[in-house]
Structures are given as structure tokens and as C-alpha cells.
């Protein structure tokens, strides 16, 4: 009896912990400096700004851009094929948050400025939040590509790939000069 009373408020729960399992917090710190020339990455006079793109990967999403899902497509060919509205990206707007200048888009959600060093904004900590529609199948991804520049030209630099995680609600990512490294989860 006691079993059969608690189920319906224990069922209901764990459908409202499953309901936000897709709802995640990006918090990327920032460090004094970044998006140097990866030609000359000490270099602490840069100003530039880093264009980011979170790229949340259904598992439709993996079997179709391999490339993007394995680590392969850098983020030079990445931003290439973003610059120029190219049909080879099927993804939807509304699964690439996007950090840049200018006015929203329909290839992405805009979900902010580009970010910029801390020596330039005084904020180490920027918060995104975003939202993985499939959060819970195992082939989700989550790329995160930065604009980082090496010279002219966007730096080839591997998108940072994190299977998103089931419990924590934060994902924690270090931003360099030269790079974005994962830091965990919480």
C-alpha cells in the first residue's frame, strides 16, 4: 500500500529531473589574455575578440557530420562553411549558440558578444546557457568551436567535444590564448 502511494509523486520526480537534463550552463573562464596569433602566441598586446560556437549534436546530428562529432572539422573549416551559409552544415539554428558581433541570425541563436580577455572586460567568468535536446542519448555531443586567429586566417584548432553530462548542469571550460581546454563539470 505504502509502495503504491509513494509511486506516483516518486514517478513524477524523476520526470522533472529528466526534463532538465538538457539544460546546461556553459562558464568559460577567461584568462588576462587570449585569441593571440597562434603565429606569435605571446604576444599580450591583442585586443581581439573570440567568436564561439556551441554546437549541440543529436545523435542525427553525429551520423551526419562525422567530422564534426570525431574532433575533424577544425574550426578554420568550420566558420568557413558558416561564413559562406553553406547548405553542408544541417543543423539547426536553434542547436548552435553562438557568442559574436551583429544581429541574430538565422544559422544560429545568438547568444551574446564574442568573448573578450579579461584585461579587456574585467569579467574572468562568462555564463551561456543552453539546451541539448537529446541530452540523454549516447551518442550526444556538444562542440565548441573558437575563432582563434593565426594571422589573417582562422587557426585550424580542434573543437572541444564533451558528451553532456547527465547530473551536473555546468560545464566548465578554460579560455587561452591559443585555445579552449575543458576544466570539468558540476
Known amino acids: 500500500m505504502i509502495l503504491r502511494n509513494c509511486c506516483p509523486a516518486l514517478v ?45 549534436l543529436t545523435k542525427e546530428d553525429v551520423q551526419n557530420h562525422r567530422e564534426i562529432a ?3 572539422m577544425r574550426a578554420n ?12 552544415i544541417t543543423i539547426a ?17 545568438r547568444k551574446g558578444d564574442s568573448l573578450l580577455s579579461v584585461r579587456e572586460s574585467g569579467k574572468p567568468r562568462i555564463e551561456v546557457s543552453i539546451h541539448h535536446p537529446q541530452s540523454l542519448a549516447s551518442a550526444a555531443r556538444i562542440a565548441i ?11 585550424n584548432v580542434e573543437p572541444l567535444l564533451i558528451k553532456p553530462p547527465t547530473w551536473d548542469k555546468e560545464i566548465l571550460v578554460k579560455v587561452g590564448r591559443t585555445t579552449m581546454t575543458p576544466l570539468g563539470t558540476r
Open 145 to 155: 568551436y573558437g575563432r582563434f586567429h593565426r594571422g589573417n586566417e582562422v587557426s
Open 77 to 88: 573549416a568550420w566558420f568557413a562553411a558558416r561564413d559562406r551559409d553553406n547548405e553542408s
Open 70 to 72: 570525431n574532433g575533424t
Open 12 to 56: 513524477a520526480g524523476l520526470l522533472l529531473v529528466l526534463a532538465g537534463c538538457g539544460h546546461y550552463t556553459i562558464v568559460f573562464e577567461v584568462e588576462e589574455v587570449i585569441n593571440t596569433d597562434a603565429n606569435n602566441p605571446d604576444d599580450d598586446r591583442t585586443r581581439d575578440q573570440l567568436a564561439v560556437d556551441i554546437v549541440c
Open 93 to 109: 539554428a536553434e542547436r548552435i549558440y553562438a557568442l559574436r558581433p551583429g544581429d541574430p541570425s538565422t544559422q544560429d541563436t
